[in-house]
Nanobody
Framework: QVQVEEFGGGSVQPGGSLRLSCVTS????????MSWYRQVPGKERELLAV??????NYADSVEGRFTMSRDDAKRTVYLQMNNLEVEDTAVYYC????????WGQGTQVTVSS
């Protein structure tokens, strides 16, 4: 059974930090391209970061503030989010893509003062 589950969302003030985790099971993790997305109501889901086993690539909106990493042994990816802005408020999703696609259920991140 495939599982993709995000952890670590919450509320934080502008300028703060959060670390999201995405724990997976049920597929060959090391072969999959892992990504982080976010979505706000009424807008399309936005791709933030991608990692296919080497360096991560980032959207301009988060470059320099967010860092994605993966641990193949733990079947887990992380998203370290620093210097958070109100505009970063969204539901954050983990995505795994290769032969098939898998999504997590999302975790809410709220940035407000």
């Amino acid at each position: 059974q495939v599982q993709v589950e995000e952890f670590g969302g919450g509320s934080v003030q502008p300028g703060g930090s959060l670390r999201l985790s995405c724990v997976t099971s049920g597929f060959t993790f090391s072969k999959y391209v892992m990504s982080w997305y976010r979505q706000v109501p009424g807008k399309e889901r936005e791709l933030l970061a991608v990692n296919s086993g080497g360096e991560s690539n980032y959207a301009d909106s988060v470059e320099g503030r967010f860092t994605m990493s993966r641990d193949d042994a733990k079947r887990t990816v992380y998203l370290q989010m620093n210097n958070l802005e109100v505009e970063d408020t969204a539901v954050y999703y983990c995505h795994a893509g290769f032969v098939q696609e898998y999504w997590g259920q999302g975790t809410q991140v709220t940035v407000s003062s």
